[in-house]
T-cell receptor, first 115, second 111 residues
């Protein structure tokens, strides 16, 4: 069964360092997302990406964050200068259905620890 | 905020019992979905109910939707230890390509 894969599964970094989290969405999917979940808390929307551009972003997704789909398969989230509060589980998701509100397929997540 | 809010926050039941959790949301929706998350893992889609549907079944899962009360419930019948997980509702509006998640209900099924 096709799945969304994410790397790394866990990354530890020093505050102020740049981090890139990588995702390979399901191959024929059209919409791509990043969500994050601080330990034990709700799943928060960061950004959605469609047709090679950001379609929506949340207040959390400030200038320190960027996304890219460089080669038609990978979908990356970059955090330019990490802060302690960026420590969280980051989930990539993709969706194949056109239009609004279909099922999302999530990866297993990348745990980011900022020291 | 569009986000759903689940109730209760946590639920502990004996294997074989039913588990019911509720979700309330604030604005009109296109559909409502339920997801499951095992500890430290990704979210897995369970069931989707559209705004014009009132009830839906999938195996041991039963979902209801009351758009007049802006609420949904998820019932897991004959629970098993393997049902131990967090359950999240998620909503999308007619203009939304994203899902907005609630805080989740943590269900523990005791063997």
């Amino acid at each position: 069964e096709p799945e969304v894969t994410q790397t790394p599964s866990h990354q530890v970094t020093q505050m102020g360092q740049e981090v890139i989290l990588r995702c390979v969405p399901i191959s024929n999917h059209l919409y791509f997302y990043w969500y994050r979940q601080i330990l034990g808390q709700k799943v928060e929307f960061l950004v959605s990406f469609y047709n090679n551009e950001i379609s929506e972003k949340s207040e959390i997704f400030d200038d320190q964050f960027s996304v890219e789909r460089p080669d038609g398969s990978n979908f990356t989230l970059k955090i330019r200068s990490t802060k302690l509060e960026d420590s969280a589980m980051y989930f990539c998701a993709s969706r194949g259905e056109a239009g609004v509100g279909g099922e999302l397929f999530f990866g297993e997540g990348s745990r980011l620890t900022v020291l | 905020s569009q986000q759903g809010e689940e109730d209760p926050q946590a639920l502990s039941i004996q294997e074989g019992e039913n588990a019911t959790m509720n979700c309330s949301y604030k604005t009109s929706i296109n559909n409502l979905q339920w997801y499951r998350q095992n500890s430290g893992r990704g979210l897995v889609h369970l069931i989707l109910i559209r705004s014009n549907e009132r009830e839906k079944h999938s195996g041991r899962l039963r979902v209801t939707l009351d758009t007049s009360k802006k609420s949904s419930s998820l019932l897991i019948t004959a629970s098993r230890a393997a049902d131990t997980a967090s359950y999240f509702c998620a909503t999308s509006t007619t203009n939304d390509y994203k899902l907005s998640f609630g805080a989740g209900t943590t269900v523990t099924v005791r063997a």
